[in-house]
């Protein structure tokens, strides 16, 4: 079945720094992908729609320049957190749309972030 | 917000019970699907209702979707200990968007 990967799984930082995560369909190929953000015993939120080759998309409220956002492939995109603060800890989450049309999204395990 | 809603948030039953969940939407769809979370894990994928239909099974999960309401209903049968986990209903029109979710509690 479709599989997708993130990694890091966990990431600890200091505030102010920057943080990468990636996220990448193993075994097909994805012209879209979309990173999600789930606070404790909460629903997912869409943060983006990530699109290959071309600029992501942003949900109201998300910031597109603390969040970049960049889908240099078929098979990856990377969600970059910029000067990481405390309240940007949460579980990220994406999801990969499979490019041959079918309609169901394939998720990640997800990446905690702490920042401290 | 296009975020859905679920009802009840929280629903805790004994083992073999039947387990309901609601779910509302608020913009019109393309299909309406049902996810399952365990504890700080990644989302799995149940099943999937498109919007031209009424109901659908799978195997203990029975689906159900109104769209004139804008609700849909995730039946589990003869439940298990191991389905204790938060499930979500998306919606996906152009974009996907994640009801508020119900946590469901077995209790062997």
């Known amino acids: 079945g479709a599989v997708v990967s993130q990694h890091p799984s966990w990431v600890i930082c200091k505030s102010g720094t920057s943080v990468k995560i990636e996220c990448r369909s193993l075994d097909f190929q994805a012209t879209t992908m979309f990173w999600y953000r789930q606070f404790p015993k909460q629903s997912l939120m869409l943060m983006a729609t990530s699109n290959e080759g071309s600029k992501a998309t942003y949900e109201q409220g998300v910031e597109k320049d603390k969040f970049l956002i960049n889908h240099a492939s078929l098979t990856l995109s990377t969600l970059t957190v910029t000067s990481a603060h405390p309240e940007d800890s949460s579980f990220y989450i994406c999801?990969?749309?499979?490019?041959?049309?079918?309609?169901?999204?394939?998720f990640g395990p997800g990446t905690r972030l702490l920042v401290l | 917000s296009q975020q859905g809603e679920e009802d009840p948030q929280a629903l805790s039953i004994q083992e073999g019970e039947n387990a309901t969940m609601n779910c509302s939407y608020k913009?019109?769809?393309?299909?309406l699907q049902w996810y399952r979370q365990n504890s700080g894990r990644g989302l799995v994928h149940l099943i999937l209702?498109?919007?031209?239909?009424r109901e659908k099974h799978s195997g203990r999960l029975r689906v159900t979707l109104d769209t004139s309401k804008k609700s849909s209903s995730l039946l589990i049968t003869a439940s298990r200990a191991a389905d204790t986990a938060s499930y979500f209903c998306a919606t996906s029109g152009n974009q996907f968007y994640f009801g508020t979710g119900t946590s469901l509690t077995v209790i062997p």
């Open positions: 999801s990969a749309r499979d490019m041959r049309g079918q309609e169901t999204q394939y």
């Open positions: 209702i498109r919007s031209n239909e």
């Open positions: 913009t019109s769809i393309n299909n």
